[in-house]
């Protein structure tokens, strides 16, 4: 499956973004999908998963949970990270990701994940 992820872009602290990440493919459904996030000299860093099927289960690391909402519509291969409350340190590239699951599951390890779109900036001025 090949991922191409948009919208990141440059917006003040408090404000939004909507992330999305559009999924070639007929089985979109099967897959779990993740965003990760990187800055420069640092270690990717995971920011939210969402289950394959119909996406019942999410999952957000602290540091974005309350501010952050993963999504996913299988009709349209498409998994978004809505991202409320902005601020500085959510500067970064993001990342979406997705792995075949049969099982409606989340998955929350880069390594977890076979397929990587190749990312898109958010920058969160102050």
């Known amino acids: 499956v090949q991922l191409q992820a948009s919208g990141g872009g440059l917006v003040q602290a408090g404000g939004s973004l909507r992330l999305s990440c559009a999924a070639s493919g007929r089985t979109f459904s099967r897959y779990a999908m993740g965003w990760f996030r990187q800055t420069p000299g640092k270690e990717r860093e995971f920011v939210s998963a969402i289950s394959s099927s119909g996406g019942g289960t999410t999952f957000y690391a602290d540091s974005v949970k309350g501010r952050f909402t993963i999504s996913r519509d299988n009709a349209k291969n498409t998994v978004y990270l809505r991202m409320n409350s902005l601020k500085p340190e959510d500067t970064a590239v993001y990342y979406c990701?997705?792995?075949?699951?049969?099982?409606?599951?989340?998955?929350?390890?880069?390594?977890?994940?076979?397929?990587w779109g190749q990312g898109t900036l958010v920058t969160v001025s102050s």
């Open positions: 990701a997705a792995t075949h699951s049969s099982y409606s599951v989340f998955y929350v390890r880069g390594s977890d994940y076979a397929y």
